[in-house]
């Protein structure tokens, strides 16, 4: 997967593939005050033992995966961007061949919002901004076998050379008879918690650097 982003006076972050998200981060002069240079992460992955004090860039999605995502890859999305940095123009921009139906259900502290072919487009984003959006996804991987896959990332808030904190919750509904949660990667630890049930996986993320996951799942054999 290849991605671009704009740190200037606009700001894109990129969703291709399998709804990763690169995000750079319009700093305060606060935060980079108070942040020496020792303490920037410079791109490794690092899971933080304890949630930031302050709001950070909140990226939520939820997937339904249904009997026909079995058979076509699509599945249903909705998704939230919350305490997006204020700028004053950015783009939301997802692979043209893995999107459709895509929609703006929901925005707050945004001058101006919307759909253009497989992007959105924002105008004006205020602090504490937030930005949600439906639409269908190709973004289950059939591997044969009764085996499914769901990859996602890289997840990042980024600014020049350094990776500040950013915050991701995943839930992936299973409506598909029959179909069970079997692996995922990275495994749970601190700052990485995952749930699941008969019918539900779900993790939440608090790190810096760059994250990827892959949920890994089965179809019992009739």
């Not at 692979?95 to 105008?123: C, F, P």
């Amino acid at each position: 997967m290849v991605h671009a982003v704009s740190c200037q006076r606009s700001k894109a972050i990129f969703l291709a593939l399998f709804l990763p998200s690169l995000a750079c981060a319009a700093l305060t002069e606060e935060e980079m005050f108070f942040k020496g240079v020792s303490d920037v992460n410079m791109g490794g992955l690092t899971f933080l033992t304890e949630a930031p004090k302050t709001p950070v860039h909140h990226h939520q999605n939820q997937i339904t995966l249904s009997a026909a995502s079995l058979i076509d890859g699509w599945a249903k999305l909705e998704q939230c961007h919350r305490h997006l940095d204020a700028v004053p123009d950015m783009q939301i921009v997802y692979g043209r061949d893995r999107i459709r139906n895509l929609a703006i259900q929901r925005s707050e502290n945004i001058g101006r919002t919307w759909v253009h072919e497989n992007t959105v487009q924002m105008q004006n984003v205020t602090h504490d901004a937030l930005i949600c959006i439906s639409a269908e996804t190709r973004a289950l991987e059939i591997n044969g076998n009764n085996r499914f896959s769901l990859t996602n990332g890289p997840y990042m808030r980024r600014f020049l050379d350094g990776y500040y904190p950013m915050q991701v919750s995943m839930q992936v509904h299973m409506q598909a008879p029959g179909l069970r949660f079997f692996a995922i990667d990275p495994a749970p630890q601190t700052g990485f918690t995952v749930v699941h049930s008969a019918d539900e996986v779900a993790y939440e993320a608090f790190f810096e650097g760059e994250l990827r996951t892959r949920i890994e799942f089965s179809v019992a054999p009739e």
